[in-house]
């Protein structure tokens, strides 16, 4: 049991130190994280599948979930059902969150609201809009929501027979086909559908001219000015200088989400977005400006400090060791000092039995001293073989690096027994007691 004691208080540090440090710093990052884009060939799918492939290049795995938009998105978050999520600003107070799960990351590029329509020319504002059916996006999507709140400052309602919610590849067709009159969409300038309806000479993409009434009404909105001929300068679109509005498309994720976790998407993201755009100036993305919900604690570092020693230091597969790491130094740091410590403790608690041993062996031995006649000698032996009797147990337990102190101890009661023997073998006259 001796020998084992060393590595047994060895175990019970290494596991005292993995649960504090797992405790104070959290656990190893992930392999793998699931990011909810949006519909299929949308620009939040688009850009999903490229943080996939640069995650995936150094080692952490992302596997994409598409979804209807950033409504159903921020649900998911708040559901504990993925740990990424690509959102719109402006959406997420229309989100039950009360344990506040959900955590901003970034913004990562503005996204334009694009209304097109078939009015021509005549059509000056969204108050005009009630020739026909309108597509408002799909269902649970940012698109939905910010056409609903634009539509209702004009007195238009969604609950209107003629307001549809269709995903944007369907309604691009209808629009196209003359079954609706007007289409939403909010996304990137570099969605197909946008160049395809731009190129269109039935279709006219809607001038938001008052703007800055727009974005006084609503904070999340901002005001893009696309000049003629800014996307394609051979074919002239736009044709004409044309005023939107757009919001900022934001990267969000789980409150528990890894530190890691969120340096590595941001790392990718500024590689992605940090050159700018046709509309977004360089430098300028990702930001933390336009970040609606509360901002993720490792995401307001990085954005405000950079990124992190370790980060910078080594690759995303040997930051999942750092934990194992620091546990065998953070215990090595501590076993060495107690191993040392133990011993002295070990020898400390020998001395001090064997020190109570040695009184009692002097008691006995002042009262052999003392006695006056052979029943009092006889006495103080029996005393005497009741005592080595008691610490029997304790010399056949002490360690072999100890086995001198049993000797000495033996050696003594010898003595003293020896010397009591003596004067009770001249008391009754005898040759030997013993």
């Not at 020998?3 to 290494?14: D, E, M, S, T």
């Not at 394609?232 to 044709?239: E, G």
């Not at 999942?320 to 740091?333: A, D, F, G, H, N």
């Not at 005592?387 to 360690?399: G, H, I, N």
């Amino acid at each position: 049991m001796h020998r084992r004691l060393p590595w047994v208080i060895a175990a019970i540090v290494v596991t005292i130190t993995a649960v504090t440090i797992v405790f104070l710093a959290g656990p190893s990052p992930p392999r793998a994280i699931t990011l909810a884009t949006g519909q299929p060939g949308g620009m939040y799918d688009t850009f999903g599948a490229q943080y996939a492939a640069r995650l995936g290049r150094i080692g952490l795995r992302t596997e994409i979930v598409q979804t209807s938009g950033s409504l159903d998105n921020l649900r998911r978050l708040a559901r504990g059902e993925v740990d990424v999520a690509f959102v719109q600003s402006g959406t997420y107070a229309l989100v039950a969150d009360a344990q506040t799960r959900v955590r901003g990351i970034a913004a990562v590029y503005l996204e334009p609201l694009w209304v097109f329509h078939r009015g021509g020319q005549g059509v000056r504002s969204l108050s005009d809009f009630t020739r026909g059916r309108i597509s408002i996006g799909p269902p649970a999507s940012g698109t939905e929501a910010v056409a609903t709140a634009l539509l209702r400052e004009h007195g238009i309602e969604a609950t209107d027979p003629n307001v549809v919610r269709l995903a944007n590849p369907l309604a691009r067709e209808q629009l196209a086909r003359g079954d609706l009159f007007a289409a939403f969409f909010v996304t990137s300038y570099g969605d197909p559908i946008i160049l395809d309806l731009l190129a269109r000479s039935d279709v006219t993409l809607l001038s938001f001219d008052r703007d800055t009434a727009y974005v006084r009404k609503f904070r999340e909105l901002r005001p893009v000015k696309l000049h003629e001929g800014l996307l394609d300068l051979r074919r002239n679109l736009p044709a004409r200088d044309t005023m939107l509005l757009a919001e900022a498309a934001l990267l969000a994720g789980r409150a528990e989400l890894h530190p890691r976790v969120v340096e590595q998407i941001l790392k990718v993201a500024q590689s992605i977005h940090s050159r700018g755009s046709l509309i977004d100036p360089p430098l300028r993305f990702p930001s933390q400006d336009g970040v609606d919900m509360p901002l993720h604690d490792a995401a307001e570092v990085y954005l405000n400090q950079g990124e992190s020693f370790l980060s910078r230091m080594l690759p995303y597969p040997l930051l999942r060791w750092t934990l194992i790491v620091r546990v065998l130094v953070v215990s090595l740091i501590l076993w060495i000092p107690l191993m040392r410590f133990v011993p002295e403790v070990a020898g400390w608690s020998v001395n001090r039995r064997f020190g109570r041993l040695y009184a009692s062996l002097r008691d006995v031995e002042r009262r052999l001293a003392a006695a006056r006649d052979a029943t009092e000698l006889r006495t103080g032996l029996v005393e005497l073989d009741q005592l080595m009797q008691k610490v029997q147990p304790l010399c056949d337990a002490m360690p072999t690096h100890r086995q001198h102190d049993v000797y000495h101890w033996r050696t003594h009661v010898a003595f003293v027994r020896s010397q009591a023997a003596t004067r009770l073998a001249a008391m009754e006259g005898t040759t030997s007691v013993s």
